[in-house]
């Protein structure tokens, strides 16, 4: 069949080989790509933005946390926005708004400012995650083709979060810090040109009202939820954690008992019963959950631990972002050949296996063992990902594509605040324990066991050996810290592939081409 044919079914008109389909996707590419890099050109900025705006540590953490706190906690609501107004449309009215407030977030003068333009950026960001995937269900009808487009949507996120920091190095090292956020413009404007003339509009025919007592239950529920854990991990059990946890639970629970009797819900809850709908997106979460602290943590390492550039840092990254973008493209086919849970199992049992290798590193370890490692990861993640995401989106009617999507979306993002939020509190608690060397000052001491990066500050106003002998200890402790994180890691996705392998039991991916 050539790729103009239009297939006539019972008398209604169905496009199963859409013109431009291919076309299409390289539009819906461009906005993961655009999410991915800012996702990641952040971390390496804030160095630069504290010093020009001078915020508080405080300040500094929201800056940091608060586009995941919106995106999670907008992503189920805008996903079921965008089945019901159209996905074409959510996404172009998001994709100008995240290029107008990125300029916004360049341009911030105070803490405050900035703050709010993150906020902002997260409510556009979560508009593009779960039309892009709405729209690949609804433009791909022939499931092997749409295994390849989700492949190469999965490898584009890879790569954008690979590339994020060596293109931000480069401009860091070139332009002001603003710079990193105005990349975005350019994207955007080529993404809303193309996709007004390429993109099919696609909505579910009979999808009700937008209920928004759902929508702020599940703005509650998530940022609460969110908000504790981050909490929790920075300052220990308080009671502010312990109420808002309370809060996210009860706004959460309400949220379920509304959907289960709302005539048209925000979110199907029933979807949940599906053994492979719901095995799928917990092995996501939990992968993400695994993977954060080294994900988290890596870079710190090969900088402040291996004394490599950002930019060096960056390209040392690069062979996870290149075993993911390869087995991204290859995981429908392998699903199909030997069987879902064969790949997600197996993908899921490689990248615990290379976690578990990373427990030998030291300060001392070379790049062959760290980069082979990463390989390995990138590789079962590329799998894991790819085929749990195929998963998802075949297991809902195409009209709830985008409620799905952005169930799929929520699982990564809590998987990744609960694991920086868990994880990195080991790492912490480790390191905050190390040995003052002999003849440090007290001040001095005290900022080295904040972080890592304030031991390498505070020691920089020490004489040679005490300098050498201060961030000597803190690399070590940092090491440990790290090595006890990726064991743990280690250990919940191996128990994750476990249970992959019974919930994944019998699961298919389709081959006939939907009519």
């Known amino acids: 069949m050539s790729s103009s044919t239009v297939q006539r079914t019972s008398g209604t008109d169905e496009t199963v080989y859409r013109p431009g389909r291919w076309l299409a996707l390289a539009v819906l590419v461009l906005a993961v790509l655009l999410v991915a890099v800012d996702a990641t050109v952040l971390g390496l900025a804030t160095p630069f933005l504290s010093e020009d705006l001078k915020p508080t540590g405080t300040q500094l953490l929201w800056i940091g946390d608060v586009y995941s706190f919106v995106i999670a906690g907008l992503l189920v609501s805008m996903g079921s926005l965008g089945d019901r107004i159209g996905r074409k449309k959510l996404l172009l009215s998001g994709a100008v708004a995240f290029g107008a407030v990125s300029v916004l ?35 791909f009808h022939d499931p092997r083709e749409r295994s390849l487009a989700i492949g190469i949507w999965g490898a584009m996120a890879s790569a954008g979060a690979a590339v994020g920091p060596v293109v931000g190095g480069f401009l860091l090292e070139h332009f002001w810090w603003g710079s990193v956020f105005l990349i975005n413009l350019p994207v955007m404007a080529v993404l ?39 909490e929790a991990a920075t300052h220990g059990a308080s009671w502010e954690a312990g109420a808002a946890a309370v809060i996210g639970a009860a706004a959460l629970y309400l949220f379920g008992r509304r959907q289960l009797t709302l005539p048209s ?37 090969l900088q402040l631990v291996q004394g490599r550039s950002p930019f060096e840092a960056g390209l040392a990254e690069l062979p996870a972002a290149i075993g993911a973008v390869a087995t991204g493209l290859l995981a429908g086919r392998a699903a199909r050949r030997f069987s879902v849970r064969v790949v997600v199992t197996g993908g899921l049992a490689a990248v615990a296996a290379a976690l578990g290798i990373l427990t030998l590193v030291s300060q001392s370890t070379g790049y062959p063992l760290l980069g082979a490692s990463l390989l390995v990861v990138g590789i079962g993640a590329g799998f894991s990902f790819t085929v749990t995401a195929d998963v998802i989106l075949s297991s809902v009617p195409k009209e709830q594509a985008g409620a ?8 990564y993002e809590l998987g990744a605040a609960l694991g920086i939020a868990l994880l990195g509190s ?16 007290s001040g001095t001491a005290a900022a080295a066991h904040e972080s890592l990066g304030g031991a390498v500050e505070a020691a920089a106003g020490l004489p040679g050996q005490e300098a050498a002998a201060l961030v000597g200890a803190a690399q070590e402790a940092f090491v440990d810290g790290l090595r006890l994180a990726v064991g743990v890691g280690a250990a919940v996705l191996f128990a994750t592939a476990a249970a992959a392998w019974f919930l994944l039991r019998g699961q298919k991916l389709a081959d006939g081409i939907e009519h």
């Open 105 to 139: 977030n360049a341009y911030a003068t105070t803490p405050e400012m900035m703050i709010a333009a993150r906020a902002l950026l997260g409510v556009a960001g979560a508009t593009l995650m779960p039309s892009t995937l709405a729209l690949i269900r609804n433009i």
């Open 192 to 230: 809303v040109l193309v996709g007004i003339k390429l993109l099919p509009e696609s909505k579910n025919p009979v999808a009700g009202p937008w209920d928004l007592i759902s929508v702020g239950l599940s703005l509650i529920g998530m940022i609460s939820v969110v908000y504790a854990v981050k």
């Open 426 to 441: 080991i790492v912490t608690g480790v390191y905050r324990d190390f040995a003052t060397p002999a003849g440090v000052p």
């Open 404 to 411: 799905a999507s952005a169930v799929s979306e929520t699982a």
């Open 265 to 301: 819900p925000l979110l199907d809850m029933r979807l949940f019963r599906h053994r492979g709908f719901s095995g799928a997106v917990l092995a996501d979460l939990l992968t993400v959950l695994g993977l954060s602290g080294l994900v988290f943590f890596l870079s710190q390492f």
